[in-house]
């Protein structure tokens, strides 16, 4: 999740300052990143299985158990520009065929089938962000898929979040819309537009219907599925 050097003096304490601005959900960062990351294994569907992922802002490394346990991979790649960050992901997370590189030290060469990106591009200065789509364009192999995820600025809960976060007090949010245009300009197809995570615990008992609403711009996040053409 993090994209900016200035996270080096979070990584220590990230998963702490995360659960405090959390809280207010009644879960835990573990919840949503689950969540992710399965609702991300419903949209491929049964047929699709990436073998090689990549993490594009993998901060701490935490999402990486998932991606093995739900998606089926047999090796991930977390890059980040935080040295700190990747220091505490080789700590916790290395091993099972996981690496953990600064973004200047992986050169992109069609080697990936599927790069997930979570809360990463609200840090990315604007005029930027078209270099990082295509970088990440780059990474994969024709056919590669590419599932951003992004806070929805639309959720009030979302913006609540954020604003008890030090490292998302001053992050330029992007509406879903603007993501797709983001992506397409980059040369992506774009094949569908989620959002979840619409009830706080308190209503739990509701979040059966959210994979029927999913498509309303309600969620506290979105996912951006998109893939790179063939050929």
């Not at 835990?28 to 699709?48: T, V």
């Not at 997370?93 to 089938?113: K, N, T």
């Not at 789509?133 to 599932?147: E, H």
């Not at 197809?189 to 959210?210: A, K, M, N, S």
């Amino acid at each position: 999740m993090t994209i900016d050097n200035g996270f080096d003096a979070y990584a220590e304490d990230y998963d702490a300052t995360l659960a405090h601005g959390l809280s207010v959900s009644g879960e835990d960062k573990d919840y949503f990143a689950r969540g992710r990351i399965a609702w991300l294994a419903r949209s491929l569907g049964s047929e699709q299985s990436p073998t090689a992922v990549m993490d594009f802002g993998c901060g701490t490394g935490s999402a990486a158990p998932y991606f093995f346990d739900l998606l089926g991979a047999q090796s991930v790649i977390g890059i980040d520009t935080s040295a700190r960050s990747l220091d505490m992901a080789r700590l916790n997370h290395l091993g099972r065929q996981s690496r953990f590189l600064l973004m200047d030290d992986y050169v992109p060469e069609e080697a990936i089938d599927l790069a997930f990106c979570n809360g990463v591009f609200h840090h990315i200065p604007v005029n930027e962000r078209g270099g990082v789509v295509d970088y990440i364009y780059r990474s994969l192999k024709p056919g590669g898929w590419f599932a951003m995820w992004e806070n929805n600025p639309w959720n009030p809960g979302t913006r609540y979040v954020m604003s008890r976060l030090p490292f998302d007090r001053d992050a330029v949010t992007l509406t879903a819309n603007v993501a797709r245009r983001l992506v397409r300009a980059g040369k992506f197809e774009v094949v569908r537009t989620d959002f979840l995570f619409i009830f706080p615990r308190v209503l739990r008992r509701l979040r059966g219907i959210e994979p029927h609403i999913s498509r309303w711009p309600i969620g506290a996040q979105y996912q951006v599925l998109c893939r790179k053409p063939q050929g």
